[in-house]
C-alpha cells in the first residue's frame, strides 16, 4: 500500500461563516515513527469545534481553513516503525489531542494530557515541525500511538462494521457504546472523577446537562455517586448579588425536561438555580463538576454549596472569563475551583473498563458528516439531546 | 469574684480615621455557659485588623466602634459552667474565630473554622444573642472554649510571667514561642499544608513574605518541604500580558533584603516575578501559598508554576477581586485556586506539637499597646518584619 499522505475533510474558511463546510484535499502530518494514521467512520460533535470554528477561542492557527472533529473512532490504515500498540485494521479512537513531547516529567508519569513541552491538539494544533493539525469531520487523522485508543471487547467486529457502516437497525445503540470511545467529552467528565476520588457516597453536582454534563452524570453515578444536577437559564442569570434570577417561563419548560432527562440518567436531585437553591444546599457537594460553556452563571453561589476544601472543576470553556472572584468568597468554605484538560492514557483505559463494567449508554443522535452545519447549530442553541455523532460519508 | 461584664481596649470609631485608637470601656458578650474569659496579656497585629479598621473589608460591624487583634495569648480569669477544658488562671491563646453553632456537620468533624450556622470572629463579629465581638487590643476577650487553646508545656509558668509582663530579658525569645499561639497567621498557613498533606519532597511555593508568608516558609520547611518564595513588586506588576513587570529599583532592594531573610527562614529558592519567572518555573510547585494581601500579581503565570492539580491557596485577604481567571487559564495543568479560613481545633493542637518538636521561632517585634497605630502602620506599609506583638499596657 502506497504512503498515505493526504486527507479530505469538512473544512472552514472564515470564522465569520462558520456553518459552511466545503469538502477540501489538504496534507496529513508528515508521518513520524510513532504515528498512527486512521481512517475516520464516525465523529463526535463537540462545543469545542463550535468555539473554534466560531472564532471564539481566538484565531485559528492555519491561515486558510479549519477542519474540527476530536471525538473520532476509525480504523487504523497505516503505522509508523515504531508502533507496536497497533496494527492496519485495528478499530480504535482518537480524542482531542494527538502529541506531546513524550520525555517531559508529565508525560513520564500518566499526565500527558499537561506536557507543556509540545502538547498538539487534535484540530487547530501545530506540530513541532510545523505541520498543522487537522480534526475528525474528514477521512484521515494521524496521531502518534500514545494518544490512539483500542475499542473495547465487548463490541464485536461485525456490529462495529454495521455501526461504522451507518447502516444497521441497532445503529443508535451500537453508535452509543463505541461512542463512550469519544475522548474529548467523555474523559473531560471522567478525569476529575477519578483524580477526586469520587466513588460510592461522594455527592457530585453537575451544572448544565449538554454533552459534557450528561457524560458527568452517567459516569458519577456508575462510581456509586449520589447525583445532583443544577440547570440556569443560560445569559439570562446575573451575578452576583440578585436574590431571585430572572428566569423565563421558556426555561422553566427547557428546565423541566432536562429534569426527566437528570432523573433517567441517575440523577438523585435535580435543581434550578432560582431563590434560595445556595442556601438550600449550603455545604452539601464533595465535588461540582461545572460543564457549562457561559460564563454567566451564579458562581459565587455555587461554591457555598461545596463542602469544607470541595472543588468546582469548570470543564466548560466559556469565551469570556469566569464571573469575579476573591479571598472572601472561597475562605467561608475553603473551597477551590479549577478546570482540567481530557485525561491520561491510564485514565482513559479506566473510563473504558467501567464503561464497559456498568454498561453505560451515553445519549445521542446521528447525522450523516455533510449535515455538520446542523450538527454545530444544535450545539450552539443547546438543542443536542446530548451528543450528535457525524457518520462518515465523503467515501461513499 | 465578682462576675466580669466589661472591659476596656484601644477602639477605633472611624474607619475615615483609622489609626486614632481611644481606650473605652464596653460591654463584654454576656456570659454563657460555655464561655471562657480571658484576661489578655499580649496580642499580635494582623493584616486583618488593618483591612477591618480602614474599612476595607466593608463597615463595621458595631454601629460606633470596633477593637480589632485576634491573636491572643492571655490567663484565664472566669468559666462558664459547662466549661472543663480550662479553669481560672490556666494560660491560653485566642486566635481568630470565638464561636461557631457546635452542632452543624462542620462543626462535628473538625471543621468548626467553616461553620456556616453561626460563627462568630473574634472582633467585628455578632452572636446569635445580638451582641457585638471585640478583639484583643483589651483587657479581656470572651469566646467559647472551643475556640480558647492551651499553651505548650515547653514554656515554663515563670517564662511565661516574665514574658507577659514584658518585663525579661529573655522577653522575644519567649514571646516568639508563645507568639506561635497566635491563631491567626500561624494556622491560616500551617491548615492548608496540612490538609494538602505536605511533608518531606513537597514542593511549596509561597508568595508574598510578610507575617502570614514567613510563618507559612517556617511551617513547610518544618514539614520537611523544599520552600521557593517568590516576591513581587505590590502595585507596580500589571496583568496578566506584559512581559516584563515593571518593577522599580526601589522594589529590588527590598527584593535583596526579604531574600536573605527568606533563606535563613530555611526557604531553598527566591525568586522575584520579573522577565520568564514563570517559564524557569513551570509545572515546578505542588501548592502555592499566597500570603499576598493586594491583588495586583502575576496570578496567571503563578498558576502556570503548579503541578498538574496543584493548588494555589491565597490566604491573603485583598480587599478586591483576584485577577480575572477562566476555565482555559486552569486548564494548562488542572490547577486549582481557593483560600482557606484559619484552621480547627485539630489543627491548632497539631500546629503546637510541630512548633515545640521542631523548636519553630517565628521572626517578631514587640510594641507596647499603646503604640498599636504604629503597629498597623507596620501592617500597612509592609515594614513589620515580621510580625509585631502588642504587650498588654491598660492595666499598668
Redesign the interface.
Known sequence: MSSITTSRGYAIHDTKDYKNFKVIEYPLKKEEADDVTVHVDVCGTCGSDHHTISGG?GPLTHPEYIITGHEIVGKVVQVGPNVKEFKVGDRVGIGAQAGSCGKC??CQND?EN?C?VSPVDTYNGKWPSGDYSQGGYSTHVRAQQKFVFHLPEQITSEDAASILLGKSSREHNLIASVHLFRLCAGITSC?PLF?NNVGQGSKVGVVGLGGLGHYAVLFAVALGAEVTVSIFAKKQCHLPFSPVYPIFEQVFSHSERKKDDALKMGAKHFVTTTGDFAKDH??SLDIIICTASN?SLPLNELI?CLV??G?FV?????E???P??????????????????IGSKAEITRMLQLAADKNIKPWITTRPMKEAAQSIEDVETGRARYRTILIQDIDQ
Request: no cysteine; net charge positive.
Open positions: 477561542w516529567k508529565e499526565n499537561y507543556s478525569s483524580r449550603a455545604l460564563a457555598t469544607p476544601q472543588k469548570w470543564n466548560g470553556m466559556p469570556t472569563d469566569w469575579a472572584l476573591r479571598s472572601q468568597t472561597m475562605a467561608g468554605n475553603g473551597a477551590f475551583i479549577g478546570s482540567s484538560h
